[in-house]
T-cell receptor, first 112, second 112 residues
Framework: GENVEQHPSTLSVQEGDSAVIKCTYS??????FPWYKQELGKRPQLIID?????GEKKDQRIAVTLNKTAKHFSLHITETQPEDSAVYFC???????????FGPGTRLSVLP | DAGITQSPRHKVTETGTPVTLRCHQT?????MYWYRQDPGHGLRLIHY???????DKGEVSDGYSVSRSKTEDFLLTLESATSSQTSVYFC???????????FGEGSRLTVL
């Protein structure tokens, strides 16, 4: 079955710097890759997603890139702010989002 | 908040006792999911449902059963709780074709 790895497990950056989180997946049939943000004590919420027919997607300060050949995708956050501090989860799905395998998460801390 | 509620939000129980968690939605979506969240493991799928009386197993289904007799309710049952089932349980719904998961607020279960 699908296996999703995520690195790093923790990440600290200075406010205003960029943060990058990387995920790799094992099943080449995966075609949908969302990213979820979970603030402390809250539920996970979708922040951005990308489908396999697209190489990059951007939404304001966040972007996701996908390399299907290497089977990895990354989340990029620019101009980080304290409210970006959270746990971020990547996920992969082989049926456009009906079933997901999540990565173990990255705890991002944005230091003032 | 996407019309999804979980109950109870917190529960402490003893090993060997049965436990039922309830997920209720007001959105009339077909797809409903139960995940568990543990440190270092991300979100792991326990069971999911794609309609009334239509359910299937996820990656960590051992020790769990589910039922869906109405569109709006998805029940997760631990027939005989064990300490390894101490976790935070999230229910999620997904509008068909979008791929996005909307999570409930989570149910923290402690098995002593």
């Amino acid at each position: 079955g699908e296996n999703v790895e995520q690195h790093p497990s923790t990440l600290s950056v200075q406010e205003g710097d960029s943060a990058v989180i990387k995920c790799t997946y094992s099943d080449s049939a995966s075609n949908y890759f969302p990213w979820y943000k979970q603030e402390l004590g809250k539920r996970p919420q979708l922040i951005i997603d990308i489908r396999s027919n697209v190489g990059e997607k951007k939404d304001q300060r966040i972007a996701v890139t996908l390399n299907k050949t290497a089977k990895h995708f990354s989340l990029h956050i620019t101009e980080t702010q304290p409210e970006d501090s959270a746990v971020y989860f990547c996920a992969a799905s082989i049926d456009y989002g009906q079933n997901f395998v999540f990565g173990p998460g990255t705890r991002l801390s944005v230091l003032p | 908040d996407a019309g999804i509620t979980q109950s109870p939000r917190h529960k402490v129980t003893e090993t060997g006792t049965p436990v039922t968690l309830r997920c209720h939605q007001t959105e009339n979506h077909r797809y409903m999911y139960w995940y568990r969240q543990d440190p270092g493991h991300g979100l792991r799928l326990i069971h999911y449902s794609y309609g009334v009386k239509d359910t299937d197993k996820g990656e960590v289904s051992d020790g769990y059963s589910v039922s869906r007799s109405k569109t709006e309710d998805f029940l997760l049952t631990l027939e005989s709780a064990t300490s390894s089932q101490t976790s935070v349980y999230f229910c999620a719904i997904s509008p068909a074709g979008t791929g996005e998961l909307f999570f409930g607020e989570g149910s923290r279960l402690t098995v002593l």
